[in-house]
Antibody, heavy 124, light 107 residues
Framework: EVQLVESGGGLIQPGGSLRLSCAAS????????MTWVRQAPGKGLEWVSV??????????YYADSVRGRFTISRDSSKNTLYLQMNSLRAEDTAVYYC???????????????WGQGTTVTVSS | DIQMTQSPSSLSASVGDRVTITCRAS??????LNWYRQKPGKAPNLLIY???SLQSGVPSRFSGSGSGTDFTLTISSLQPEDFATYYC?????????FGQGTRLEIK
């Protein structure tokens, strides 16, 4: 069964760091486009970052709101996706979802499988 | 950045009704448009990709159409589980962007 399970969320003070994990089963993370999407309380979906399949590490892109503070990566040996979040701000408070893209669609940026989400709260 | 605008922002309807949600892109995105349904407290779920392709396992009451800048999601006969929030998303280029959402409520 194809599944994504996020972990690593929690309460963190402004300026702090947190690393989210997204453990995959039923498929290989490094062979797929993978993304992080977040949702602030009561708000809509906001794309955060994407990592492309293949290569050593893969091409990455970020939303302007997180570029320079967040880093997406993966560990093939653990079949896990990560989001390292530094210099956290109150506006980063959200549920963070990881998702898998499917390049059999016309675009690889189609998110077919989602995790259940992990909650990050940035507050003093 | 490509801006995605959905209308309406909210909608009241009854079980069995036919409803249509619209999504407009700020520039042409060909057919790189996807629709998701999100139930309260749950992750989004892909319904339609490439503007009109039904995702495997999604009921046939869902359909999508459009190309260029204007797109629609139609639910032919609302079921209780369809009362949720719907999002469009462009998959044409980064930054990937979502519409603001359409909340579908029971009348």
């Amino acid at each position: 069964e194809v599944q994504l399970v996020e972990s690593g969320g929690g309460l963190i003070q402004p300026g702090g760091s947190l690393r989210l994990s997204c453990a995959a089963s039923g498929f290989t993370v490094s062979s797929n486009y993978m993304t992080w999407v977040r949702q602030a309380p009561g708000k809509g979906l906001e794309w955060v970052s994407v990592i492309y399949s293949g290569g050593s590490g893969g091409t990455t892109y970020y939303a302007d709101s997180v570029r320079g503070r967040f880093t997406i990566s993966r560990d093939s040996s653990k079949n896990t996706l990560y989001l390292q979040m530094n210099s956290l701000r109150a506006e980063d408070t959200a549920v963070y979802y990881c998702a898998r893209g499917d390049c059999s669609s016309p675009s690889c940026y189609v998110w077919h499988v989602w995790g259940q989400g992990t909650t990050v709260t940035v507050s003093s | 950045d490509i801006q995605m605008t959905q209308s309406p922002s909210s909608l009241s309807a009854s079980v069995g009704d036919r409803v249509t949600i619209t999504c407009r892109a700020s520039q042409s995105i060909s057919n790189y448009l996807n629709w998701y349904r999100q139930k309260p407290g749950k992750a989004p779920n892909l319904l339609i990709y490439a503007a009109s392709s039904l995702q495997s396992g999604v009921p046939s009451r869902f359909s999508g159409s459009g190309s260029g800048t204007d797109f629609t999601l139609t639910i032919s006969s609302l079921q209780p589980e369809d009362f949720a929030t719907y999002y469009c998303q462009q998959s044409y280029s980064t930054p990937i962007t979502f519409g603001q959402g359409t909340r579908l409520e029971i009348k």
